[in-house]
């Protein structure tokens, strides 16, 4: 009987922390964006941005003020980090490069206009 108490524990521990682990975590990035070549505007344009990390699915959404809301999905690599690429229209792509860690991390969109800066975790 003790033996199957002390199973039963270590089981109800196992997926106790198992669920923990699997539960989102947000970051947000609020800013300005910087100009790349061909462009003169980007200054003027203000990009927010959310990443949340559950497990290892990483699901984002960034809107920049006055457009639609676009997304990205990826994996965190082992070390945390994260690079995949977003349609935002017209056909064309932005980069999507990252790293989140515990105490938050660091995002950066790259394509019409650099969008960079770090993640603040979501309270």
């Known amino acids: 009987m003790k033996k199957l108490l002390a ?8 997926v106790g922390g198992a669920a923990m682990a699997q539960t989102p975590v947000v970051y947000t990035w609020t800013g300005m964006g910087v100009n790349v070549p ?3 505007k980007c200054q ?3 990009m927010n941005i959310e990443v949340t990390v559950t497990g290892k699915a990483v699901k984002g959404i960034f809107q920049q003020e006055g457009r639609d809301q676009r997304h990205f999905e990826t994996t965190l690599d082992k070390n945390g980090k994260i690079k995949t690429a977003a349609m935002v229209g017209g056909g064309n792509m932005m980069d999507v490069i990252g790293e989140v860690s515990d105490s938050g991390g660091k995002i950066k969109l790259d394509g019409y206009c650099k969008f960079e800066g770090p993640l603040t975790k979501k309270q």
């Open 7 to 14: 199973t039963g524990m270590i089981t109800a521990l196992m």
């Open 44 to 46: 003027t344009y203000k």
């Open 38 to 40: 061909g462009s003169s």
